[in-house]
């Protein structure tokens, strides 16, 4: 089950916004939805990648279903993440200074809503194996949202 851990308030600047649905699963993977990021920093050192990004994500917008090769870790700046896995239950809330992470590897379906009526902003530091992508889009598992 696709759970995020909600970290101290120290935890390393990141987040990891992922939801997973259940509804007739699509063949094919699920965009974001109003989700915009900057990188703010990227090295390689050691045959992995850190990244750290801010992402914004509007109101009514999704990060679309997607998993991570890497570790993510997350805090919440502004506005509140929604967070559900890919058995279509929300299991986490997540409002201004919560620290999150996600599970890594393609089992761990998940996705993001920002529901609220403000912009979703969050710091995330991504450490992937090099040269692999922040998230891998997955498709819908079968949720009645995207």
């Not at 120290?10 to 699920?30: D, E, R, W, Y």
């Not at 870790?73 to 502004?78: A, D, F, L, R, T």
């Not at 929604?82 to 590897?105: F, K, M, R």
Request: net charge negative; aromatic share 4%; hydrophobic share 35%.
């Amino acid at each position: 089950m696709n759970r995020l851990h909600a970290r101290a308030a120290g935890l390393v600047s990141a987040a990891g916004v992922c939801v997973a649905v259940v509804a007739p699963a699509p063949a094919h993977a699920t965009p974001p939805i109003g989700v915009s990021a900057v990188t703010l920093s990227k090295q390689t050192v050691g045959g992995k990648d850190y990244i750290v990004s801010e992402i914004t994500v509007s109101p009514n917008g999704s990060t679309g279903w997607h998993t991570h090769q890497g570790e993510i870790y997350g805090v919440i700046k502004s506005g509140v993440l929604t967070h559900y896995g890919s058995d279509c239950q929300q299991d986490g809330v997540y409002g201004p200074g919560a620290a999150i992470t996600d599970p890594t590897g393609p089992e761990h379906v998940h996705l993001a809503r920002n529901l609220g009526t403000t912009p979703l902003v969050l710091d995330v530091t991504y450490i992937d194996p090099a040269g692999a992508p922040t998230s891998d889009s997955a498709p819908n598992p079968g949720c009645d949202f995207a």
